[in-house]
């Protein structure tokens, strides 16, 4: 069918959606951020793309850490919240349970089920945003939400953003084997 | 609950799953990516991170140009095959119809119901990957995708990758509005 232009403007379909961590004037805040992904194999490292007037951004320059924390669904409206309102204005250190890992200064929430806390490593300073990409100090979950010493999505149960529409998803069915279905697939040798 | 520790080495749930294309020695070649995000807002940029080892990332290097393909459910194993073979061995420039937009080095994916072309405008060199940022130049979608000029997940019908346990998922139901359903959460104001 025929392609046409959309914005340039354009997302990924669907954006994982997580609550980055940090310490901001000696408290722990916690902002809503879809624009995340590994950026390291190893050591691991994860990068969180945050527009330059967010009031996360001071702490974490400050701090040289942050955390990122998955949240499962049953915190949608708390996560929403925090995606809503500004450190700047609002003290979000009393939504959640804090604790820390290794790092005296990268809060993470106990309610989520998988909690990473990161060491800045470098900033990537962009037009209307800053990059920064921390290594993955320590990653800490619940038994509950293993199978098979595994991280289990269907247990943890989080869920995913799209923009500009601005809706979340839930996770769905399984879709099969990632390096594995493709295998009957062949091309040509070079 | 008890919190304990996992594998460092930990994962975004989920990642989104897209193709990436670039011309490597003068053929189009694509191949399966789930370590992508923007890392821009104005300008709209986009960020994939490639292990340094993939045959992908000699041809952004010299084209300065890639694409970034959202691909539906029906082309999973396509997808997967990508991920699975490496163009140094496989020519995997005649699996997909590819088209050009302006740029006329970033291959794109007729069959894909998002594509992206990216002027490559910054590579950022980390110990086992490199992370390519680009501008996203132009974005192409067909009318079945859109709704109320939008575009429509459930259209796309895309899918998501979870790591270590290398699975794909579909995406599942509407769980609310992102900057709405936390509205009626409230917290202590400064």
Known sequence: MEKVKTDANAFVYPMPMVLAGAIVDDK???MAVGWVARVNFNPPMIGI?????????????QTQAFSVNVPGMELIEKVDYCGL????????SQIFDVFFGELRNAPMIR???????????QTVDMPSNTL?????????TEERYLTDGKLDILKINPFTLTM?????????????KAWGIGKNWKTLKR
Chains 1, 2 share one sequence.
Not at 132 to 140: E, L, N, R, S, V
Request: hydrophobic share 30%.
């Open 28 to 30: 722990p805040n916690f």
């Open 49 to 61: 793309s945050l527009g330059k007037t967010h009031y996360t951004n001071g702490g974490i320059h």
């Open 85 to 92: 309102v500004t450190g700047k204005t609002a003290d979000k």
């Open 111 to 121: 309610e989520c089920p998988l909690c990473m806390e990161c060491k800045l490593v």
């Open 132 to 140: 920064f990409i921390g290594q993955i100090m320590g990653a800490y």
């Open 164 to 176: 500009p529409d601005n809706q979340y998803w839930a996770v769905g069915r399984n879709a099969g």
